[in-house]
């Protein structure tokens, strides 16, 4: 559900949109001698729970990946019955187990064709009429290298609700680079002069300018910003819109510059306790889980049922990491580490279940409580694999600056890797993380893992 800073409102709108409609068919339904009418609990006490259980299964139905391709009108239609249809199964399976909670089979009827109809409406007007209202202009200041990457991203996020305007050459600058960028790409991109930048951003409807040129004035900058236009440098607008950072180019000393959210003490040891206190609930919910699965991984091959392997952690320290074993025993006895690929024949039956929903795992709790790893943070890696991936990525050593998690921004935005462009990917993410880290975003972080568990994304 990554929204970058100017979608945030459409965002918001679209929760509290969802919200108020499926309130608003309860409190419809309760209303004189409709299906809610004579039912014992007060309909304000059934409306916001409702109104609950109905953003969640849109949330699961990815309706609130606003990062994700342009939504057809189909897709819309058929994931919004979906989460409708969801919710009305999970409050006939509630009644069911729980008489004194049955709304009865009118109100159910009722409630998911009400609420189905009216959602639909709501999402394919929000999507495809008001969205394209909101639309967020930005303009690139010069002609820098950059430009082409810049105007290929906004382009790919067109869904968005970004605009890009064109590039504004300042004064003496040749046309050579936008000739060339001209020649790079299908459409032509409008290249805007005039006397300063201020008055174009005034002239033209540009919430955003992107400084390409490192010469431009301060004080034009100054000024568009006190009109109200927003000014970024390439770094800064990149990672906002695409949530990971240009590893390619990216400028060790900008990134110094910039800092990091996760540097503080006080932010570590507030991480670690949250960290503590979650690890905590969550070793107790999953034991019976956990006992099920040594039990099958018992009975279904030799071998240990818990396996460890070397990682490489916080300041680059090796540690060893502990997981539920899902591959034949000494898998690697002959190809010595390697990362795993599509359809493993080394995964056991059981092997490839637990892979699957992530139950593999779940050991890792203990390197948690022993301080090695986070909930949350960038998955350790080998120390086989590090050592190449350094020799191409240099800024791979920044991820060794926190803590590893279970789960992070990498593994939930960018499907398995196995290879090192796919490592180069990742890496763009996790350096996103470590510099924007929020408690906000961590918890973001989760709620896309329990989907990625519930079902199965990107396990081999």
Known sequence: MFAPKELSAKLALLI????????????????????????????????PIVGL?????????????????????????????????????????????????NLGAAFYVANTMI??????????????????????????LGLGETGPMLAEEI???????????????????????????????????PLHRAPSVSELATRLPVDILVVL????????????????????DFYSFYERLT???????????????SGGSLHSRFRRAIKRAIDLAAATALALLALPLALATAIAIKLDSEGAILYSQ???????????????????????????????????????????LIRRLRIDELPQLINVFKGEMSLIGPRPERPEMVSKVLEAMPLYEYRHFVRPGLTGWAQVCYPYGASIEDTRQKLAYDLYYIKNWTLTLDLQIMLQTSKVVLFGRGAR
């Open 310 to 352: 070397e990682r490489v952690g916080l300041d680059g320290k090796v540690f060893r990491v502990y997981k539920f074993r899902s591959m034949r025993q000494d898998a690697e006895r002959t190809t010595g580490a390697v990362w795993a690929i599509e359809g493993d024949p080394r995964v056991t039956r059981v092997g490839r």
């Open 53 to 101: 259980l109905y953003v969640c299964a849109l949330y699961f139905q990815d309706l609130y990946a606003l990062e994700r391709h342009p939504r057809s009108p189909y897709w819309i239609v058929a994931a919004t019955l979906g989460a409708t249809a969801e919710v009305s199964l999970l409050l006939m399976l509630v009644g069911t187990l729980a008489p004194s909670l």
């Open 213 to 232: 040129d490192p010469a431009a004035s301060v004080r034009e900058l100054i000024r568009c910003r006190m009109q109200g236009t927003e000014v970024l």
């Open 155 to 189: 382009t790919r996020r067109g869904h968005l609700g970004y605009n890009f305007l064109g590039y504004a050459a300042t004064a003496g600058e040749t046309d050579k680079p936008f000739e060339s960028q001209q020649r790079r790409r299908n459409d032509p991109v």
């Open 16 to 47: 509290g949109g969802d919200f108020a409609l499926s309130v608003a068919t309860v409190y419809l339904l309760s209303a004189g001698d409709g299906p809610l009418g004579g039912y014992p609990v007060e309909p304000y006490f059934v409306a």
């Open 115 to 140: 609420a189905g109809s009216s959602l639909v409406a709501w999402r394919v007007f929000a999507h495809h009429f008001l969205f394209k209202r909101l639309g967020i202009g930005v303009m690139a």
């Open 243 to 257: 949530g990971r950072l240009p590893v390619a180019i990216l400028d060790e000393r900008w990134l110094l510059a």
